[in-house]
């Protein structure tokens, strides 16, 4: 498995590189990597059933997000980034807090998943992130910052050293993203409070 974890940790940096440059050409690098991941999380000695269902929504969320982000740059030249309202921040907060408490429970009572709480945590936020980022919202990066810090932990302990390694780097690039994300803002939008 290792040579595999390789390949999708290189496919992730690859593809986290050309998302803060708002490049939409990481989505072809992003569908390999969760296909991969998506085979290495079912397997016995590693069993994190929420994170391959979330490999398999991110397959599909990135052909929708390549679909969107290409229709954004052929209408203004560039991938352009938007901003939530603050109702429309709190209603995210508030999906993935339940959402979290709801998969978890299910994950603990009817799987042998290893970590169901942290893992769900995992799944719900990375659902909310990767749907605000295919849509351009600079929120995202909020949510992949929050998951970022946990997966490391939790990949670590399941000894999927590479993979904590890669988040440690999303962790990083997430800030990165951020602030990059942030400055591509129009000018009368950056002003919001975020």
Not at 123 to 149: F, G, H, K, P
Request: charged share 10%.
């Amino acid at each position: 498995m290792k040579p595999l974890e390789a390949l999708a940790t290189l496919l992730g940096l690859i593809n986290i590189g050309l998302i803060v440059r708002r490049s939409v050409w990481n989505y072809p690098f992003g569908l390999a990597m969760v296909a991969i991941y998506a085979w290495i999380f079912a397997q016995p000695d590693v069993r994190l059933y929420s994170d391959v269902g979330l490999q398999i929504f991110f397959f599909i969320v990135q052909l929708y997000g390549w679909w969107n982000w290409s229709k954004s740059e052929a209408v203004s030249g560039e991938v352009e980034v938007l901003l939530l309202p603050a109702t429309g921040r709190v209603a995210w907060a508030a999906v993935i807090a339940v959402t979290t408490l709801v998969w978890g429970a299910l994950m603990h009572r009817f799987t042998t998943a290893a970590l169901p709480w942290w893992d769900a945590f995992i799944a719900m936020t990375s659902v909310s992130a990767q749907l605000l980022m295919a849509r351009r919202y600079l929120e995202n990066w909020v949510l992949w910052i929050a998951v970022d810090a946990v997966a490391i932990g939790v990949y670590a302990s399941k000894g999927l050293m590479l993979t904590g390694f890669l988040y440690t780097v999303f962790l990083i690039v997430s800030a990165f993203g951020l602030l990059s994300w942030r400055r591509a803002l129009p000018a009368e939008r950056a002003a919001l409070p975020a």
